[in-house]
Nanobody
């Protein structure tokens, strides 16, 4: 019912930047909390950042100060600006729609994932 299309991944050198985009279908975007997750080979998917329907962001400690999540409700799109990238940021990045906050933390809606976009940070 909600389809998410991600773009913007690629290969970047350490210290470089990428901007990921996630475009959502449907008319409900403006009321969805949105999240970004990533998964490296052999590791579990981990939460990276989330943003409320009102635009309030939250970040994992590992990316705080380097990544910025934002949204454009007119375009039904959420962004992840990734600066000062490190090799350990290498992963497939996934967008999630309509998650929930419990105790101040974002939990994904397991029905609504993007296809993932590969981010590789390497020299």
């Amino acid at each position: 019912q909600v389809q998410l299309v991600e773009s913007g991944g690629g290969l970047v050198q350490p210290g470089g930047s990428l901007r990921l985009s996630c475009a959502a279908s449907g008319s409900g975007f403006s009321i969805y909390a949105m999240g970004w997750y990533r998964q490296a080979p052999g590791k579990q998917r981990e939460w990276v950042a989330a943003i409320t329907s009102g635009g309030s962001p939250n970040y994992a400690d590992s990316v705080k100060g380097r990544f910025t999540i934002s949204r454009d409700n007119a375009k039904s799109t959420v962004y992840l600006q990734m600066n000062s990238l490190k090799p350990e940021d290498t992963a497939v990045y996934y967008c999630n729609a309509d998650g929930r906050y419990y105790s101040g933390r974002y939990y994904p809606n397991l029905d609504y994932w993007g296809q993932g976009t590969q981010v590789t940070v390497s020299s």
